[in-house]
């Protein structure tokens, strides 16, 4: 990706605007002034688009899987998107996709209310893999046996190839494990097709139709229990259905770049930081794009991780970005006095946060967009069309920033998967905390105090032992397998013994999780002296703490966050 040294020289002379507020929460300007009005994305100099990239459409059959195949299509370096299994065939049709993956699906093809396969999306002249359910649709529309097998298969099962494996399985191993999860299955193939493996459960596991390019797969190719997957994958991608690789970080960086600027002209835009990778991924594509014209707003409410504000300050700086440090601390602070209600808390941040992000807005010229970090996963949680996706990232974005700003959304990384945006933002430079942070919910620290009020003094010690957690972590070099890991501050105090006398302090609980999605979560085995070293430090380290326990709740029952 090309520099853009037309701005450097300016951005470094530049620093980023600084608010701090008086003891009675008011914001007063601190120095420098404020940006001029924006510079003329004119001056933003980068390669031409390239031309827009081949796409594969995976249809949803409602199968827990079929993000999974979008992401693996991804991972070959073609891109691919997830649509509901009715979309409409114009739509489809106007996509002109190079190939179409049906996926699987919890329904029996005989149950009342299986989703349908429409004949046509078998006829559109392009190649069409079913996988699991998506098989057992195609095989029954065109005159195939599908009936309830004995038994199920789920979980590894042995695949064998019948003869050569055909054009979809050719070169793999005559016998090799792969992941099923299905109760009905192939017996007879519709005419015209060819079998081209068995496993103990399914005699057709997977067919094809040369001619018509049509291909069934009863096993799950997207996950990793299928040795093989992505080699079938690749093959029906690269061999079958002729796609070029054209999918990495640096297309959709280039793409977006013309399509932000074609978006918002010559208006202002401005964009709520969390110290998240989203929304520091998507203010620096902005920023590439329209430069000057970009405005950040870091509201910082007191609530962040040691050292977090400071690390996206100085992230945004050496790119450049126009940023308002609006350090509201105090406000924050004064308005969850006595408040002990984890809702409560949670509300009178999000106003705040709300209050404060709006008069920053007011004081900017000209604006008109607001940059939201969208993901692809919250887009097909919302139903595959994005329809409500905004309403759901509002609840999981900083405070939640309402819909009557009045300002129209700039979305850059609507298209792509968590994973997909820390590679873009590794891409744009931004620096490795940043790209590998941890989630962190909008209301911060402020929700991990639980069961009395978030005041300084209790922040302090969170904030401080949560540090000792994270830098531990980091050093045995678990950080990344982790989904989340922090600290939570129980409003109780127990006793103790330290030094010569009596302690009466807080416990700290340490809260590590695995997970995918958040949606479900196991508590991290970290290891014994890990556990050891993060207690004695926090112990040793932090005034008022005499305890350290571990939380070895899963999720469900428990949830990821204490409140
Ligand atoms: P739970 O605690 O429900 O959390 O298992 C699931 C995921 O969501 C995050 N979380 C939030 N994120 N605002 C956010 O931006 C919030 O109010 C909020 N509450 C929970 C949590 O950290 C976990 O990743």
């Known amino acids: 990706m090309t520099e853009r040294p037309v701005l450097a020289p300016e951005a470094e002379a530049r620093e980023e605007v600084r608010r701090t507020e008086t003891s009675r929460g008011r914001l007063v300007e601190g120095d420098p002034a404020l940006p001029a009005a924006p510079a003329s994305a004119d001056a933003v100099e980068v390669g031409p688009p390239e031309v827009a990239h081949e796409e594969v459409l995976v249809l949803d059959f409602g199968g827990q899987y079929s993000q999974l195949i979008a992401r693996r299509i991804r991972e070959c370096g073609v891109y691919a998107e997830l649509l509901p299994h009715d979309t409409g065939l114009e739509l489809i049709r106007e996509r002109a996709p190079r190939a179409l993956v049906l996926s699987g699906g919890p329904a ?11 004949r046509e999306l078998l006829e559109l002249g392009i190649p069409v893999l079913g996988i699991c ?4 649709a195609m095989v029954r529309s065109l005159g195939g046996r599908v009936e309830a097998a004995e038994a199920g298969e789920f979980g590894r099962t042995e695949l064998t190839l019948a003869g050569d494996g055909g054009r979809l399985l050719a070169g793999l191993p005559a016998e090799q494990q792969c992941w099923m999860s299905h109760r009905d299955s192939v017996f007879e193939p519709p005419p015209g097709f060819v079998p081209l493996a068995a496993s103990p459960g399914s005699p057709v596991a997977a067919c094809e139709q040369v001619e018509r390019g049509l291909y069934g797969i009863q096993f799950h190719p997207e996950v990793v229990h299928t040795p093989y997957g992505t080699q079938v994958l ?6 079958i259905a002729g796609c070029r690789e054209g999918w990495s970080p640096a297309s959709v960086i280039t793409e977006q770049i013309a399509s932000i600027r074609a978006q918002v002209g010559d208006a202002g835009v401005i964009c709520g930081l969390s110290g998240g990778v989203d929304s520091a991924t998507a203010a620096a594509l902005v920023h ?13 409410h007191g609530l962040m991780r040691k050292n977090e504000a400071e690390q996206v300050v100085e992230a945004m700086r050496e790119l450049g970005v126009n940023l308002v440090h609006v350090e509201a601390q105090e406000r924050f602070l004064d308005r969850l006095a006595g408040i002990d209600d984890p809702e409560r808390k949670r509300k009178i941040i999000g106003e705040e946060f709300i209050r404060v992000f709006e008069e920053e807005a007011e004081r900017l010229p000209d604006v008109g967009y607001l940059v939201q970090g969208t993901l692809y996963s919250d887009v097909i949680e919302s139903g595959g069309d994005g329809r409500t996706a905004d309403t759901i990232k509002s609840h999981h974005n900083v405070g939640g920033l309402p819909e009557d700003l009045g300002l129209d959304l700039v979305e850059p990384l609507r298209m792509l998967f968590k994973d997909e945006v820390r590679a873009v933002a590794a891409e744009l430079g931004l620096s490795e905390r940043v790209v590998w942070r941890q989630p962190f919910p909008g ?5 991990r105090i639980v069961g009395g009020e978030v005041n300084a003094e209790r922040l302090t010690i969170l904030r401080e032992a949560d540090a000792i957690l994270q830098e531990e972590i980091r050093a045995a070099g678990l950080y990344r397998d982790l989904w989340q890991s922090f600290c939570v501050l129980p409003v109780v105090r127990s ?17 590590a999780v695995t997970s995918q999605d958040a949606m479900t979560a196991d508590w991290a085995r970290l290891p014994y002296d890990l556990l050891e070293r993060v207690s004695s430090r926090i112990i040793n380290e932090i005034p008022h703490v005499n305890r350290v326990t571990l939380d070895i709740s899963s999720k469900p029952p428990a949830t990821i966050e204490w409140e």
Request: glycine share 14%; hydrophobic share 40%; proline share 5%.
């Open 495 to 511: 006793v103790g013994v330290q030094g010569d006398g009596r302690t009466y302090a807080y416990p700290i609980v340490i809260r």
């Open 133 to 136: 359910y998506g098989m057992q």
């Open 108 to 118: 029996s093809v005989y149950s009342d209310g299986a989703p349908a396969l429409r």
């Open 443 to 447: 209301p911060g620290l402020g929700i």
């Open 234 to 239: 690749d093959r029906f991608l690269r061999e």
């Open 288 to 300: 590439r794009a329209i430069g000057d014209q970009l405005t950040c707003v870091l509201v910082d």
